[in-house]
Nanobody
Framework: QVQLVESGGGLVQPGGSLRLSCAASGSIFSITAMGWFRQAPGKERELIAGITSGGITNYADSVKGRFTISGDNAKKKAYLQMNSLKPEDTAVYYC??????????????WGQGTQVTVSS
C-alpha cells in the first residue's frame, strides 16, 4: 500500500503565498512522477502542475508563472509553491503520484486533499 499525505493548505488573502507539501510512504520501489490537481466546487478536477523523476515540469496555463512544483526523490516528497494567489485558486488541492511498488506493479495514488481558500 502507498499513502500520500498533503499539508500546507489554509486561508490566504489575494496576492499572498502558500506552500503545499506531499509526502509518499509505503511499499514504494520508485516514483515516476508526482503532481498536483485541484477541484473547485462545481468544477472538474484539473491537473495544475506535474514533475517527473527526472525533474521535468509542466503547468496549467492558469498557474504558469505563479506556481512552482519541486520534488525530492530521496525523501519521496513533492512541493507546490503558490504565489500571487487569486480567489479563483480556491479549491481542494490533491497530490498525485505514479508509483512502481512491490512486484513491479505501477499504479496511481492520490492524497486526501487539502483546502486552499483565497479570500479577503
Amino acid at each position: 500500500q502507498v499513502q500520500l499525505v498533503e499539508s500546507g493548505g489554509g486561508l490566504v488573502q489575494p496576492g499572498g503565498s502558500l506552500r503545499l507539501s506531499c509526502a509518499a510512504s509505503g511499499s514504494i520501489f520508485s516514483i515516476t512522477a508526482m503532481g498536483w490537481f485541484r477541484q473547485a466546487p462545481g468544477k472538474e478536477r484539473e491537473l495544475i502542475a506535474g514533475i517527473t523523476s527526472g525533474g521535468i515540469t509542466n503547468y496549467a496555463d492558469s498557474v504558469k508563472g505563479r506556481f512552482t512544483i519541486s520534488g525530492d526523490n530521496a525523501k519521496k516528497k513533492a512541493y507546490l509553491q503558490m504565489n500571487s494567489l487569486k480567489p479563483e485558486d480556491t479549491a481542494v488541492y490533491y497530490c498525485y503520484a505514479n508509483v512502481i511498488g512491490a512486484g513491479w506493479a505501477q499504479d496511481d495514488y492520490w492524497g486526501q486533499g487539502t483546502q486552499v481558500t483565497v479570500s479577503s
